[in-house]
């Protein structure tokens, strides 16, 4: 079971309304979890970073696989986009692709 002084290191666990109590759940297995949700990066903010704002009307490939990436994707900022690779991540919640009439 958990003691009180496991209780900061839970706390700063991203995902919210566990309940500690449980015993069915060992601490080992809420470590592991927490290094997943660290590790999930928001693919919007990646691509962002990756692409700034003055830049995006040019880019015809975005290569964005293996980034360990989930959530909502919007790329209407890239009109001349041809090629979009975004394999092999976590899980895209909705992806925006108006004004990408160029993707083959």
Same mark, same amino acid.
């Given at each position: 079971?958990? /003691? ?5 290191? *839970? ?11 449980? !015993?069915?759940?060992? %601490? ?11 590790? *999930?990066?928001?693919?919007?903010? %990646?691509?962002? #970073?990756? %692409?700034?704002?003055?830049?995006? !009307?040019?880019?015809?490939? *975005?290569? *964005?696989?293996?980034? #360990?990436?989930? /959530? %909502? ?28 009439? #160029?993707? !083959?």
């Amino acid at each position: 079971m958990f /003691g009180s002084s496991d209780l900061p290191e *839970i706390e700063k666990n991203p995902i919210k309304n566990l309940n500690l109590q449980n !015993k069915n759940m060992n %601490y080992k297995k809420l470590v592991e979890i927490n290094k997943i949700m660290q590790d *999930i990066q928001d693919v919007q903010k %990646y691509t962002e #970073n990756k %692409y700034p704002p003055f830049f995006r !009307k040019d880019v015809i490939k *975005i290569d *964005i696989s293996n980034q #360990n990436l989930s /959530g %909502y994707l919007d790329l209407r900022e890239f009109p001349k986009l041809e090629v979009l690779n975004c394999a092999n991540n976590q899980l895209l919640t909705h992806l925006d692709l108006r004004n990408c009439n #160029n993707l !083959k």
